[in-house]
């Protein structure tokens, strides 16, 4: 019996080792054979995964987030044409100019497919890649060129190159193929009337005359004439034809701006009561009452625009757009409670009651001459803005209207140094400086811009130039090393050569300074501001004759203090280098 139960077990192992090893072998076959198909699955469904959160990212405006989860979708599954256009789409949809490379990638993987072809190069030209527009367009065949869609694309890429003649055979070889398609005869006659073809000049006015007179492209002919019209002085043509395009059934409320605009050109600013009235009577939507109302504006009715605004539905009145423009209005009409009011609720942008509570009353302080304490209220209305830059610049608008100039030299200040937008608060400080002569102020406002930007190589040349005119004497290590920096630029304005020149001349070397400066084109050295340091060099070097005439055009320049003392310096027939070398050469 043990003998058998032995002789039993043995057999058991024997089968039990084949089982094991026929299950590894059939497990082994199923994962090999199931790999493939298994990963594409896997594949897919995160492909799958991926663009529906792209999709739902681009629904809630997360284009960044959108474009991230398409590239996942796009990895999952290079092959992909769905997934590679959408991608595409996306791409576009955000602005992003990537999605010319997306779309390109699309047609190579079918390229046979025009439609994609279509869209990789109408999304070259949207953002003028021109080279990738050329490349989608060179594949399509003769007869596909002259399709109207693909006529068009050719066309706006023989635009964008500024080749006239060649946009013009592009469409005119479609016109010949599509004889019944009025949208191309349109727009081969627009071409023509544009100077694309001066000779054929009279035919395609004839041409677009005919469209203008009847057909489904009638408005947009005769506005095609009227700016033909308006274009080549004929007043008279041009509100001819306004006048039917605002009367016609299928007219905007653009058509009857430009009826106002014509007549106004027409009569030099007078327009007839009834087209006005037209006018008032067509604009039913918000956008169209802003926008004729800001035309009133623009036209110099201020007082008109608040009183027509007043004859609208209160909650019109009231609307986002509307308080803008009556806030313009009352500004112009120096109607300043009703002003402050609307600013208070938003018209110029958010800001704070208090401020606008402080500004009010430091305009009144103002008025009284109570300037210092004046002064002190705006710089508290201030502080309390400095986190919100559009506050800021409306309190720089308001003393602009106020003509409040120490306010407006504080304002502007705090915007420069607030304000992520800064430059022209900067330019308009520095001019002030200028205009006031003040060299010491005009050091502060560059000192202040290079700290918030100093990587600007603008910034950082008025700085060190304004520091050379401040400080005689050899330049601080300092300046010199903004020069430095200077001198690598690359292309280098001429402006920073007449800063490196005054660097070298207070360093004790005027020849090297006058080399440098020669090398500069003589229309660059007869500006007078460069003009007056290439002068008072030539008189450093010994060579008064020459500079004369350098010197002569300086005289006609805006120059700042030390300037002024550097002219008359080297002017003077009495001057030697020593004296020349400590004075101070001017800023172009």
Known sequence: MQLKSRRNQSRWRKWRWKIILATGVVTGALCFFLRGPLERQLAAHREQKSLAQAKAFAAKGDFTSAM??????????PNGIDTQREAASLLEEAGAPASVKQREQVSQ??????????????????FKDLASAGRA???????????????RLLVALALAQRQPAAARAALAAAVEKNPSDSRLAFELASLDLRGANPAGFSAAQQKMQALAASGPLHQEARLELLLIASDRGHLDEAATLADQIADDPRSTFDDQIRRLNAQRALHGGWITPESLQKAFSHAQKTSDQAQLADWLMLTGQPRKALDWIATLDPAAQDSPALITVRANASAALRQWPELLELVRRGAWGPISPDAINMVQTAKSMADFSQSDESLTLWKKALQGEFNNPPGLRILHRLTVLWTLPEHKKITLEAIAQYSPDSDWAV???????FARKDTADLLKIWTLALHLQPQNQSIANDWALVSLLLNPGVPSPEVQQRIAELSSADPAPPRFALTRALALWRSHQPQPALALLETLPTEELRRPGAALYYGALLVANDRRADAAPYLALAKTA???PEETALLETASSSKTDRLILERSTPAKS
Do not use: C, H, I, Y
């Open 137 to 151: 367009l060179d594949r399509f065949t003769p007869g596909q060129r002259t399709t109207p869609e693909v006529a």
């Open 558 to 560: 805006k120059l700042l």
């Open 68 to 77: 991230l989860a398409t590239r996942a979708a796009a990895t999952a599954n």
């Open 109 to 126: 993987l079918v390229p046979a497919s025009v439609p994609d072809r279509v869209a990789w190069a109408r999304a070259a030209l949207r």
């Open 427 to 433: 330019q308009q400080l520095a001019a002030a400086a």
